[in-house]
Nanobody, 114 residues
Framework: QVRLVESGGGLVQAGGSLRLSCAAS????????MGWYRQAPGKQRELVAT???????NYADSVKGRFTISRDNAKNTVTLQMNSLKPEDTAVYFC????????WGQGTQVTVSS
């Protein structure tokens, strides 16, 4: 069993910054990919950013240059630094990790006011 605990969401004005963190615990030997997804009201969940155990990253075009994903393999944590936030970044953000199967966090709300 793997448990994901997210933190760092909140309310921020446009142009501001937030930092999301996710800590994985439980029956973990090694984590392949860690990432963040988001879901806005009335929309499907979409990829924000992922990072492999080797450090390769992938970003949605909409966040490139503004968001940075990083991970600490020793602590099984993944962090999403979000800068220059826009109202369209408002969504529930979910942490995801892939071991043998995929696990999801409970989600954390990010609200960007204009």
């Amino acid at each position: 069993q793997v448990r994901l605990v997210e933190s760092g969401g909140g309310l921020v004005q446009a142009g501001g910054s937030l930092r999301l963190s996710c800590a994985a615990s439980g029956s973990i030997r090694s984590i392949n990919t860690m990432g963040w997804y988001r879901q806005a009201p009335g929309k499907q969940r979409e990829l924000v950013a992922t990072i492999t155990s080797g450090g390769s990253t992938n970003y949605a075009d909409s966040v490139k240059g503004r968001f940075t994903i990083s991970r600490d393999n020793a602590k099984n944590t993944v962090t999403l630094q979000m800068n220059s936030l826009k109202p369209e970044d408002t969504a529930v953000y979910f942490c995801n990790v892939i071991l043998i199967r995929s696990y999801w966090g409970q989600g954390t709300q990010v609200t960007v006011s204009s």
